[in-house]
């Protein structure tokens, strides 16, 4: 069964770090190219699961739909990270309507009064 389509942002923490993107269920590589500029996010999109294959998997930071999302298991050096519970990844919530502050208003300087003349 093919998931519901992801948007994934994968960012290399050091340059020249390769990334290899791949989806399970059809076997399509979705990207793959040396991520040159670090901390550059580039983004794909994904149906269903999906694994990341690296020289350095530990250089790499991987977003589904916005939301951080680690490897099932602890991976390091060349190796492929899969992601296979990427369909239960819940669709990003909408941003809460933004409420805006009351506008402050200055009061009116009272104009200054003279105060009573004293007799004497």
């Known amino acids: 069964m093919v998931g519901r ?7 290399a923490l050091q340059s020249g ?4 993107v791949r989806e399970t269920n059809s076997g399509e590589i979705r990207y ?6 670090r901390g550059k996010e580039i ?3 994904v149906k269903g699961a999906f694994s990341v294959t690296s020289n350095a998997i530990e250089n790499l ?6 939301f951080p999302y680690k490897p099932e298991e602890e991976v390091y050096g060349r190796q492929m990270a ?3 519970d990427v369909d239960s990844v819940p669709p990003p919530q909408s941003p809460p309507p933004s409420k805006s502050a009351p506008a402050k208003t200055v009061p009116a300087k009272a ?10």
Do not use: Y
Not at 5 to 11: C, D, R, Y
Not at 17 to 20: A, P, V, Y
């Open 43 to 45: 983004l794909v999109t």
């Open 111 to 120: 104009a200054p009064t003279k105060a009573p003349v004293r007799s004497r």
């Open 32 to 37: 793959n190219q040396v991520l040159g500029v």
């Open 17 to 20: 770090t390769s990334c290899l």
């Open 5 to 11: 389509p992801h948007l994934v942002g994968i960012t």
């Open 82 to 84: 899969t992601f296979k």
């Open 61 to 66: 930071t991987v977003t589904i739909d916005g």
